[in-house]
């Protein structure tokens, strides 16, 4: 039987009403408290990233090609399809590439006149992001010959023009002649960003082409989608090596650079909080394990005396201090996935959508995350652990049998 153990066992066994039961309460506590609060906020934070993220994915790629243009119009000037462009997919991290062409008009209803940006894709486009964002209708469908006469706008924009699903509504765009299409609603979208929600119009590029008088051969750009998003500069790379003289590029994250911004300033104040948490949950390892030390120093200087070594005696405060933070690490857990499935089933706390782009708190479930979380918790608790334990060998046996 290993002594140290043995004996660790049995001090657990302290009765309920003494001191050091108490701090070892408060110990486990604050240990299991303390990877509970660490796992709810990268939950949410990564939460918010997901979610975030996918909005603004579900309007446009990780990166776009299009043609070099001074201007900084939302239309800007077309491209060919023929263009070496097959050679992208063959990036590695490159998923997938989709058309798109975009063109300013005005929405005019009975009641209300509105300027957006009507963003034409065709059937190659991914709608998954979209379909998350759907609050009533469904994707548009597409035609193999005409111009499809189905949009999508944004819940914001149809409670301004008072327009539902299956309503029909006139566009207006202004160019030489102006001209003038009717389209039907056959999806309304809410992102919550107003970015987006504000601008623009999802319809069929063939509208584009038509009206302006592009030959199946042009488009306005094209959107790359990646793998990992993570290796958006990697692939940019490679994808700018590839490109002509006279196109650009463009990364998501700097067109949208202020949303990306604050995700990264968002996970840099979550990154100090969490090492403050386990600042606090050490400490408190480390404080109680003193006071175990002290409370049993009659018991340390007695195994002295019978012979046993410093290390022996060493491991059985070391066994206390596992036993403690494996307790303490079991139920933050249990806390977490409790609080965390609570909120992510039944959306018990709300948030203001003009504010945080959504409107109940997001959990994102990575068990690297939690897995993460406890490995660096454990390793960091237990090394404060031998701390105390040093306290051991200076500790003298015939003064400890008299200590009181």
Request: proline residues 3%; charged residues 20%; contains cysteine.
């Amino acid at each position: 039987m290993n002594l140290s153990r043995y004996i660790a066992s049995r001090l657990a066994g302290a009765r309920s009403d003494s001191f050091t039961a108490s701090v070892t309460k408060i110990a486990k506590f604050s240990v299991g408290l303390g990877i509970a609060i660490m796992i709810v906020s990268f939950a949410i934070l990564e939460g918010f990233r997901y979610e975030i993220q996918n909005k603004i994915f579900s309007f446009g790629g990780h990166l776009q090609v299009s043609k070099f243009d001074t201007n900084n119009s939302f239309e800007g000037y077309p491209m060919s399809t023929s263009t070496g462009l097959e050679d992208y997919t063959k990036i590695p991290g490159v998923s997938h590439l989709q058309p798109f062409a975009r063109k300013t008009a005005i929405i005019k209803t009975d009641e209300e006149v509105l300027g957006v940006v009507l963003k034409g894709v065709d059937s190659t486009y991914d709608f998954r992001g979209m379909r998350a964002n759907l609050v009533s209708g469904s994707v548009m469908e597409f035609n193999d010959s005409a111009a499809s006469e189905q949009i999508m706008m944004s819940q914001l924009m149809a409670d301004k023009l008072r327009l539902k699903v299956g309503d029909g509504v006139l566009f207006y765009f202004i160019q030489n002649p102006p001209r003038m299409r009717k389209f039907e609603v056959k999806g309304i979208f809410k992102t919550g960003l107003e970015e987006f929600d504000n601008v623009y119009v999802l319809g069929d590029l063939k509208q584009i082409r038509e009206l302006n008088q592009w030959p199946d051969s042009l488009v306005g750009g094209y959107e790359i989608l990646l793998n990992d998003f993570t290796q958006i500069d990697t692939v940019a790379n490679q994808v700018f090596e590839k490109m002509n003289y006279d196109l650009q590029l463009e990364k998501i994250t700097d067109t949208y650079a202020q949303l990306f911004d604050w995700l990264e300033l968002l996970k840099r104040n979550v990154i100090i909080f969490l090492v403050l948490i386990i600042f606090v949950a050490t400490f408190n390892m480390v404080s109680t394990l003193f006071i175990m030390i002290l409370e049993r120093t009659n018991m340390i200087g007695a195994l002295k005396a019978m012979g046993a070594t410093n290390a022996q005696i060493r491991k059985i405060f070391l066994h206390r201090g596992l036993r403690l933070t494996i307790v303490g690490l079991i139920g933050g857990n249990v806390l977490a996935f409790v609080f965390c499935a609570a909120q992510d089933y039944f959306h018990l706390i709300p948030l203001d959508p003009e504010n945080y782009y959504m409107e109940t708190v997001p959990i994102y479930w990575s068990w690297k995350i939690w897995l993460g979380i406890n490995v660096v918790t454990f390793v960091l608790t237990m090394l404060s652990v031998l701390l105390p334990s040093l306290l051991i060998s200076r500790i003298h046996p015939v003064k400890a049998i008299k200590f009181d």
